[in-house]
C-alpha cells in the first residue's frame, strides 16, 4: 500500500517458479509466474481489475550501484504479449528507466486493457490489423519528482467483423501519442488520437484528438461521420432497439480550455473555435421497453460560434406528434459555469398528444391518462447566467417567460390561448410579474411571491414557506371553466354564471416539519359582480387551516348581495378515528341571507302540477356518505323559497347511519313562532320519513304556506280557514328526495287553536248554503275553533267539534282526503232552521252580504239538532240526513 496516494496493489498468485544467484557484486533472479491483479485507489478499482498476467523475466541487482537491471522480459496481459527491459536505480530517486514493446495482427493489446465486463461483447467480432505500442518510462520517480512517460500507439489496415450479424467495420486507422510532458505532471500531459478513419458498410468516419494540460484541458477535436444506423445496430448487436433504421450524420470542429477548478476561466474568445452540425433522417426504432414505435425522428441542429441552434427537431411516438426548435445564446458559457447572461428560446408543436396512449404501457399497476392535446403551440423562454444553470442549488436563477401558449384538450372543453408569464428566481424567493392567459373569452392576470421556496428541496425540510397571491380578472365565465371529463364541479345554479372584475388577494403559509405539516391560507380580499346572479362580492375575508388530515375554515365572512355571514367549520378528512382531534362541526350566523337571491330562485308557475317521480329526480342528500357532524345556525332574517324567516336558530347533528337529529330550531314567521325538533331517518334513501314535534303560537293562517305533493308551487295551509293557529304538530312523515310531504303514507297529530279566525268558501257549508239564505255562507266568523287532527294515508278526520259562528253555533266533525273527496257531518240548531223555513214562508230569500254577528251555544239550554250528512266533492255533493255514528253512538 502507498499511503500517500491511497494506493493498493492486490495479487492472488497461480504459480511462481523462481531462482536465486548471487555473487560478490550481483543478485541474480529469474521469475516464472502467473497471477491476478487488482490495482485499487482511493477505495475503488481501476481498469486493472481482475486481470490476468503470465510474467517471465530475469532480474540483476547491482548492489554496489543499488542498481536493478531488468533483462528483455515478456509480459502477457490476458491475450495481448508485451516485451519489456530497462533498469531502476534505487540510489537516484528510484530513477527509472524502462520500455515497453508490443506488436500483434490483432486488438488484444487494446482489449486486454478492456474492463471484464466488455469481453463477452468483444467477443463477438473477429478483428486484425497491424497494431503497435511502444512506452517508456525514464526519471526519478520519488521524493517529489515524476518520471517521463511516453507511449505511441496505433494501428492500421485493420477491421472489425461481428460473427453473428455479418457486419464488418473496414479501413480502420489511427495513431496515438501520450506524455507526462516537461512537467512530466498533469498540467504537461498530452494525449492525441490522429487521423482516425473507419469505412463502415454505409457510411464514413474520420476525426483528430488533441486534448493539453490535464489540469485545465485544451480540447482541440474534428469529427466528421456520416452513419446507416439500420447497420450501426447490427454491427453492435444492440438487442434493446428493433428495426432501427435512419441515418446519422455529424460534423465538429471544437477547440476550447475547460478549466476543471475554475471553469469560469476559458481561453480567449480570439481561440475558441465551435463549430457543430448534426443532422438526423428518419430515425425509427421499437424496443422492448415501451409499447409504441418511435419514428419519424429528424433532427437539424448547428453550433457556430457560441449559439446553439436546434433548427429542426421532429418526434413521432404512436399517434402522436411533436415539433421543437430552440436556440441558447452561449452554450461554451454553461460548459464553463461563467457568469456571461445567457438567453435559451424553446418552440414547441403538437397536432396531437394522445396522452391515454403514452401512458397506457402498464396498466396493471398504473392507470392510463385519459386526455389528449390537440393543436399546441407554447414558447418559452429563459434569461439566465450560465453559472445559475449548472450551479444553482435548486431552480436555476433568473428570469423565464411563457411567450405563448395554445392548447385543445379532449375532456376540458374550452380552448387555452394567449397565455403569457414572467417569472423570477433567486436562490430562496420565486416571484411571478405576470401570468396571464384566456380560456375561451375568460380572462386572468395572476401575480404573487413566494418565499423560501428552497425547503422544497429538502430531504426533510424544516421551516415556512410564505405565498402572497392575487388573482384579478375583467371577465370570468363559470360555463364548464370547471368541468373535467364530463363531470361539473360547479353548483348547477351558478353553471352559467359569469364574474366581472374579480380581485382575490391573500396569504398562505405553508409549515414544514420533515415534509409539510400544515397550510394556512388567508384570504382578505375577494370581491366580483355576477351576471346571473345579480350580486357582488364584497368584504370577504377568512382563515383556511389545513393539518393532519383536519380542515378549519375561521371566520369565513362577506357580503353577497343582500346576504352577509359569517362561517366556520371544523372538519376530519382523515379515516383513523382514533388520531382525530375535535368533532366535525359547521355554524353560520348572519344577519340576512337571501337564499332566493344566492341561488336566483324563481318560482314554479301558478299552474305547475308535478308527478311523485318528479320529486325524486332531484339530488338526493341521502346519497353522499354522511358523517357524525353537528351544525349550528343564527340568521336574523332568512328568505328561503319566499319563506321569510327571522331569528332563525338552530342545532342540529348528521350520523353515519343517515340520520339528520334537529335538537332544536326556533324562527318567527306568518306573524308568529314556531319550534321544532324532531330526526330525518335516511338509512333507506328510498324511503325517508321525518319524525317532528312542532309547536305554533299565533301563527297567521293567511301567511302560512305549504309544498305539497302534486303541486309544483307553495300553497296556503288551507284556502278557506283563517285566523291565528296556535298548537302542535307531531306524526311520522313519509318525505321525498326533495323534503316534500307525502301525505298519502303518512301519519299527522295535530292539536289545533285557531282564534279571530273565519270560515271562507268552507265546503261542508257551501254545500248546504241553498238551505241558509238570509246567512252569509261564505265568509262565516268565529272566536275560537280547537280540535285535534290526525292525518292518516292521505285522509284528514275531524272529531266533533262546536263552532260558535256567526252563523249561530254548529258542530261539525267528518273525513276529507287530498283529492277533496269529503265526508262531513253537521249538526244544526233545529231553532235556526225553523228561521230559515220562516224566511222562506214569507219570500225573503235575499241574502245578506255584511259579516253577521257571531252567536254562542249556551250549555245551560237544551237545543234540538238537526243532522246533514254531506259526501263527495265540492263540485258533486250529495245531502241527506244522517248522523256520524263514530261520534255519536
Not at 433532427?299 to 413521432?316: P, S, V, Y
Not at 428570469?399 to 384538450?409: H, S, T
Amino acid at each position: 500500500i502507498n499511503e500517500a496516494n491511497n494506493l493498493i496493489l492486490e495479487t492472488f498468485i497461480d504459480d511462481a517458479t523462481s531462482t536465486f544467484k548471487t555473487s560478490q557484486d550481483h543478485i541474480f533472479v529469474s521469475l516464472d509466474s502467473r497471477f491476478l491483479l487488482n490495482v485499487i485507489m482511493n477505495g475503488d478499482t481501476t481498469f486493472i481489475k481482475h486481470k490476468h498476467f503470465d510474467i517471465q523475466t530475469e532480474l540483476d541487482y547491482l548492489s554496489l550501484e543499488q542498481k536493478l537491471v531488468v533483462q528483455p522480459s515478456e509480459v502477457k496481459l490476458e491475450q495481448a504479449l508485451f516485451k519489456m527491459d530497462g533498469s531502476i536505480d534505487f540510489d537516484d530517486d528510484m530513477n527509472l528507466d524502462i520500455n515497453f514493446h508490443g506488436n500483434k495482427p490483432n486488438f488484444d493489446l487494446f482489449m486486454a486493457f478492456a474492463p471484464e465486463e466488455l469481453a463477452p461483447a468483444l467477443q463477438r467480432y473477429d478483428n486484425a490489423g497491424k497494431i503497435f505500442f511502444e512506452a517508456s518510462i525514464k526519471g526519478k520517480s520519488i521524493n517529489g519528482h515524476n518520471p517521463l512517460v511516453i507511449a505511441d500507439f496505433g494501428c492500421e489496415d485493420a477491421f472489425f467483423d461481428n460473427k453473428i450479424s455479418k457486419k464488418r467495420l473496414d479501413d480502420l486507422y489511427f495513431k496515438g501519442h501520450f506524455t507526462t510532458g516537461e512537467k512530466r505532471n498533469a498540467s504537461t500531459m498530452e494525449f492525441s488520437l490522429t487521423d482516425f478513419s473507419a469505412k463502415p458498410e454505409a457510411g464514413i468516419f474520420n476525426g483528430n484528438l488533441l486534448v493539453k494540460n490535464f489540469e485545465s484541458p485544451e480540447i482541440n477535436m474534428q469529427l466528421k461521420s456520416d452513419f446507416d444506423l439500420d447497420f450501426l445496430s447490427k454491427f453492435l448487436n444492440i438487442d434493446d432497439l428493433q428495426d432501427l433504421k435512419g441515418r446519422v450524420a455529424l460534423t465538429m470542429n471544437f477547440h476550447d480550455i475547460i478549466d476543471l477548478s475554475n471553469p469560469e476561466k476559458s481561453i480567449e474568445k480570439l481561440n475558441e473555435s465551435y463549430f457543430t452540425e448534426l443532422a438526423v433522417e428518419n430515425l425509427s426504432f421499437k424496443t422492448s421497453k415501451y409499447h409504441l414505435p418511435i419514428h419519424d425522428i429528424d433532427i437539424k441542429a448547428k453550433m457556430d460560434g457560441h449559439e446553439a441552434d436546434i433548427e429542426t427537431f421532429n418526434l413521432r411516438i404512436g399517434d402522436s406528434d411533436i415539433s421543437i426548435q430552440a436556440k441558447i445564446s452561449d452554450l461554451p458559457a454553461i460548459i464553463h459555469h461563467t457568469n456571461n447572461p445567457v438567453s435559451a428560446v424553446l418552440n414547441i408543436k403538437s397536432n396531437l398528444l394522445n396522452i391515454k396512449q403514452l401512458t397506457a404501457y402498464d396498466t396493471t399497476n398504473s392507470k392510463p391518462v385519459d386526455e389528449a392535446i390537440k393543436d399546441l403551440s407554447l414558447k418559452l423562454k429563459f434569461n439566465s447566467t450560465a453559472k445559475a444553470f449548472t450551479e444553482s442549488p435548486n431552480l436555476p436563477i433568473g428570469e423565464f417567460f411563457v411567450e405563448d401558449l395554445y392548447a385543445q384538450l379532449t375532456h376540458y372543453p374550452h380552448k387555452l390561448h394567449d397565455f403569457h408569464a414572467d417569472v423570477f428566481v433567486d436562490n430562496q424567493d420565486f416571484r411571478i410579474v405576470d401570468f396571464t392567459g384566456m380560456i375561451d373569452k375568460s380572462d386572468f392576470h395572476f401575480t404573487g411571491k413566494l418565499k423560501n421556496y428552497d425547503l422544497w428541496f429538502n430531504e426533510d425540510p424544516l421551516g415556512d414557506t410564505k405565498v402572497e397571491f392575487n388573482l384579478t380578472s375583467t371577465l370570468l365565465q363559470l360555463e364548464d371553466l370547471f368541468a373535467y371529463g364530463g363531470e361539473n364541479f360547479v353548483p348547477q345554479d351558478y353553471r352559467h354564471e359569469e364574474f366581472k372584475n374579480l380581485i382575490v388577494h391573500g396569504f398562505a403559509d405553508l409549515h414544514f416539519n420533515k415534509g409539510l405539516k400544515s397550510s394556512d391560507v388567508y384570504i382578505d380580499k375577494l370581491e366580483a359582480q355576477m351576471k346571473v346572479h345579480p350580486l357582488r362580492f364584497e368584504k370577504f375575508k377568512g382563515r383556511f387551516h389545513y393539518e393532519d388530515e383536519h380542515l378549519l375554515v375561521e371566520d369565513f365572512s362577506g357580503k353577497l348581495g343582500k346576504s352577509q355571514f359569517n362561517v366556520n367549520l371544523h372538519y376530519y378528512l382523515g379515516k383513523d378515528e382514533a388520531i382525530k382531534k375535535r368533532d366535525n362541526h359547521f355554524s353560520i350566523t348572519a344577519p340576512r341571507l337571501d337564499f332566493d337571491e344566492l341561488f336566483n330562485y324563481n318560482p314554479p308557475p301558478a299552474n305547475a302540477q308535478t308527478k311523485p317521480e318528479d320529486h325524486e329526480a332531484v339530488f338526493n342528500i341521502y346519497d353522499l356518505p354522511f358523517t357524525d357532524m353537528s351544525f349550528d345556525m343564527d340568521i336574523k332574517h332568512l328568505n328561503y323559497h319566499r319563506y321569510l324567516l327571522d331569528d332563525f336558530f338552530l342545532k342540529a347533528r348528521t350520523q353515519k347511519n343517515h340520520f339528520i337529529y334537529i335538537d332544536s330550531m326556533s324562527l318567527l314567521a306568518a306573524g308568529g313562532k314556531i319550534n321544532l325538533h324532531g330526526y330525518f331517518n335516511g338509512s333507506d334513501r328510498n324511503k325517508i320519513y321525518f319524525s317532528p314535534v312542532m309547536k305554533l303560537h299565533k301563527v297567521d293562517l293567511d301567511k302560512l304556506l305549504f309544498k305539497f305533493e302534486n303541486f309544483g308551487q307553495d300553497h296556503l295551509v288551507s284556502e278557506n280557514l283563517h285566523g291565528k293557529l296556535s298548537g302542535t304538530l307531531s306524526g311520522k312523515i313519509h318525505v321525498h328526495a326533495d323534503m316534500v310531504p307525502i301525505l298519502d303514507d303518512s301519519e299527522i297529530h295535530l292539536e289545533v287553536d285557531v282564534t279571530q279566525g273565519r270560515l271562507e268558501h268552507y265546503a261542508a257549508l257551501d254545500a248546504v248554503s241553498d238551505y241558509f239564505k238570509d246567512k252569509n255562507l261564505s265568509r262565516v266568523l268565529f272566536d275560537t275553533l280547537r280540535n285535534n287532527l290526525d292525518i292518516t294515508n292521505g285522509v284528514l278526520s275531524i272529531p266533533n267539534m262546536t263552532i260558535n259562528s256567526t252563523l249561530g253555533f254548529i258542530e261539525i266533525s267528518g273525513k276529507q282526503d287530498m283529492n277533496m273527496n269529503m265526508e262531513y257531518y253537521l249538526r244544526i240548531p233545529l231553532k235556526l232552521v225553523t228561521q230559515i223555513g220562516a224566511k222562506k214562508l214569507f219570500g225573503n230569500d235575499d241574502k245578506p252580504e255584511g259579516d253577521d254577528e257571531i252567536q254562542y251555544k249556551d250549555d245551560s239550554k237544551k237545543v234540538r239538532f238537526i243532522n246533514l250528512k254531506i259526501s263527495g266533492t265540492p263540485d258533486n255533493y250529495k245531502i241527506s240526513l244522517g248522523k256520524d255514528k263514530n261520534q255519536y253512538k
